[in-house]
């Protein structure tokens, strides 16, 4: 298919190209602990200060958006003053609310400031300035009122820096008239420099500060403020208001409730003490309203309603409920020394005590359907981090050609391991909710019970997935999910072979094998952006052409409608 929709010619960006781009197109954010209503250009924020990380808007409601920006002071200050501006024009000719926001170090010099009292469905413009300088501009928007036709959103996740360059990012900033940029996790990695594509990384200029891996408040400040100076990044925050949800990586690789595989209390210390560091950096630079100070900060859910058209329900998988994840490790042997596959899947697997949002949020979860049905939303669309449909491995060991297996299977290690269980046929990863079908089964209970429309969106794969997800006793439709490829992060299959002949044989085995699994692209990198009205909802899979270089071209690669519960048609 391929339809080329632009050819991007980004060499040579400057920064001032980059934000004089953003200042033409976009809009503004923050919130701080301090904010006072009046006139921004009344004189008191008087101190000069840098604006070097962008601005950004996000949780909107029908009458208010939060908007962000990072002032730090240019002579060295324990905190500083800095004044904002809202206009209903990207030339601020009218000027709508001004006032002065106070940050300071205790903070990271962050600021986020409420704007309230707007109008529903309206583009809104915001600037901040300190002293004689003025931050990027920034567009943002509040959810739309009952009687919008449709809703316009972008579903974004993975974005590892030293994987390429977010061209997919720069390509959201593109996208007209959106309403909202949804981003469901792992907007930043906390891997060493060295790590995790560090080799690409330093082919292309892109080495995670600070060096070593994140565990310290300071250190999860350090990386954000990397990832934010980032222009591409920049540019998307300043086009639309983000709506967010952490996956593991903010924190530390598959992490749960009580820790993560990527942490180590002997040397990296207690594990609420870096979730806690983490979730207070992830606020300080998330264009969000901060928790209640009484409200636990790893519990996440919210509701946003886009007019009558769809409630976006955010869930929470990571740290407020889920259970440790189970391992192929744990499978049970028989007596002659083969796996115990239906034991494994029986006895572990199936618990039906593991859960992945936790019981409090599981009751929240199923009351937010029912609301959203009885306010007459068409569409219940579903913030969330992992793939949710089944999806069994292919024995690969058998489809694909010897003259790739052999290679894999001498290099030994993970891969080699991995390709030795494809041939049991088990879940392709028990980090998602494959690895908790119980709690997956009360979760499609829930929609169903609710009679609800249901959409869900997901990330964490770095892979792209269209999938109709059906009932595990009967079959039944239970709804939809869109699932997007990576921002930059690799995908796990081109670890084996990265030839075209190869994905389209991979691509093929897993639809084949999975009933959910309608489309697959295991290859590239992008994003989905997602158009709902009343009677369908259409997702176009939007891929660039390379992560490696600044010149690249942008692509639908695959266009799919739906009605309530499926199934896709092409659109």
């Not at 008087?46 to 908007?67: C, E, H, L, N, Q």
């Not at 609310?97 to 170090?105: E, I, L, M, V």
């Not at 891996?213 to 100076?229: F, K």
């Not at 992060?489 to 093929?508: H, K, L, Q, R």
Request: charged residues 25%; contains cysteine.
């Amino acid at each position: 298919m391929d339809e080329k929709l632009s050819s991007n010619r980004m060499t040579g960006l400057t920064r001032r190209d980059a934000l004089r781009r953003i200042s033409g197109a976009t809009g503004l954010a923050a919130l701080a602990g301090c904010q006072t209503p009046g006139s921004a250009d009344s004189g008191t924020a008087t101190r000069d200060a840098k604006f070097g990380w962008g601005v950004a808007s996000g949780d909107p409601t029908r009458t208010a958006v939060v908007i962000w920006t990072r002032a730090v002071p240019v002579q060295g200050a324990a905190a500083i003053e800095v004044a904002y501006q809202v206009s209903d024009t990207a030339g601020f000719e009218r000027v709508l609310q001004s006032g002065t926001a106070r940050t300071s170090a205790q903070r990271d010099y962050t600021i986020k400031v409420d704007v309230q009292g707007l109008k529903p469905g309206q583009v809104y413009y915001y600037r901040f300035r300190a002293g004689k300088t003025h931050s990027s501009i920034g567009r943002m928007k509040t959810l739309p009122a009952d009687n919008t036709r449709s809703v316009n959103l972008a579903l974004a996740s993975c974005a590892n820096y030293p994987s390429g360059f977010y061209n997919a990012y720069r390509e959201i900033s593109r996208i007209e008239n959106l309403d909202a940029v949804i981003h469901v996790g792992d907007y930043i990695y906390e891997h060493a420099a060295g790590e995790y594509d560090g080799a690409v990384g330093e082919r292309i200029g892109r080495v995670h500060l600070p060096v070593n891996e994140i565990v310290t408040l300071q250190d999860y400040r350090t990386r954000l403020a990397q990832y934010r100076e980032d222009e591409d990044l920049q540019a998307a925050h300043a086009h639309a208001p983000f709506i967010t949800v952490w996956d593991d990586h903010e924190t530390a690789n598959n992490s749960w409730q009580e820790g993560a595989s990527g942490h180590d209390p002997k040397t990296e210390g207690p594990w609420q003490a870096r979730r806690d560091a983490a979730l207070q950096a992830y606020f300080e630079w998330l264009p969000m309203r901060d928790p209640q100070p009484d409200a636990p900060r790893e519990r996440l859910n919210r509701v946003y309603d886009f007019g009558s058209i769809a409630s976006l329900i955010v869930i929470e998988t990571r740290l407020t409920g889920r259970d440790q994840q189970v391992s192929y490790d744990d499978m049970p042997l028989k007596a002659d020394g083969t796996p115990d596959v239906a034991a494994f899947e029986r006895g572990i697997l199936n618990d039906s005590s593991r859960s992945m949002m936790g019981k409090p949020q599981e009751a929240w979860f199923a009351d937010a359907l029912k609301a959203s049905r009885r306010r007459g939303m068409q569409w219940q669309v579903i913030a969330n981090q992992t793939v949710m449909a089944g999806m069994r491995t292919p024995d690969f060991k058998t489809i694909l050609p010897q003259e790739i297996v052999e290679p894999a299977m001498q290099r030994g290690g993970y891969v080699a391991g991995w390709l030795e269980r494809s041939s049991l046929g088990l879940p392709a990863g028990l980090d998602s909710w494959d690895g908790y079908p119980a709690a997956r089964k009360r979760f499609y209970d829930a929609a169903l019970q609710a009679e609800a429309n249901l959409v869900v969106l997901s990330g964490d794969s770095h892979m792209f997935w269209a999938n109709e997800l059906h009932y595990p006793e009967d079959g039944r439709p239970v709804g939809l999910e869109f699932a997007t490829g990576s921002i930059t992060s690799p995908g796990g299959y081109g670890y084996i072979n990265d030839t075209s002949e190869y994905y389209d044989t991979v691509e093929a085995a897993v639809v084949a094998k999975n009933e959910d699994v309608k489309y697959a692209n295991v290859r590239d990198h992008g994003f989905v952006h997602l158009i709902l009205d009343a009677d369908t909802v259409r997702a176009r899979y939007m891929k660039v052409s390379t992560i490696v270089d600044r010149e690249y071209e942008a692509s639908c690669f695959l266009d799919v409608i739906a009605a309530p519960n499926g199934p896709f048609s092409k659109a």
